[in-house]
């Protein structure tokens, strides 16, 4: 028998996104936004250190774990990078 755990998020971006009450210029100020926005690189570099490639990036992969907080999920089709010359 195996038992998967996973988090339980709130919602995707691409749910946030859609929301009627997001659309606005307050909801989606430069501040919020950078502070998401670094999240999201963060995340990536991180499976970038871990020698992984995405490949299926979208805001429907990134998810709200609470109000600011944000992770990226579905590594279904990663890829694993190979080392490049100079490396």
């Known amino acids: 028998l195996i038992y998967v755990q996973m988090q339980l998020c ?4 691409d749910t946030w996104l859609g929301r009627e ?3 606005t210029p307050a909801s989606r100020s430069l501040p919020s936004m ?3 926005f670094k999240q999201i690189v ?3 570099a991180y499976i970038h250190d871990k020698n992984l490639i995405h490949r299926d990036l979208k805001p429907s992969n990134i998810m709200f774990v609470d109000a600011n907080r944000l ?4 590594l279904g089709i990663a890829t694993i ?3 490049e010359d100079g490396e």
């Not at 709130?10 to 971006?13: G, I, M, N, T, V």
Request: aromatic letters at 10%; charged letters at 35%; one cysteine or more.
């Open 42 to 44: 963060s995340a990536v």
């Open 81 to 83: 990078r190979k080392a």
């Open 21 to 23: 009450e997001n659309r």
């Open 10 to 13: 709130q919602f995707s971006l």
């Open 71 to 74: 992770k990226v999920c579905d």
């Open 34 to 36: 950078k502070f998401l």
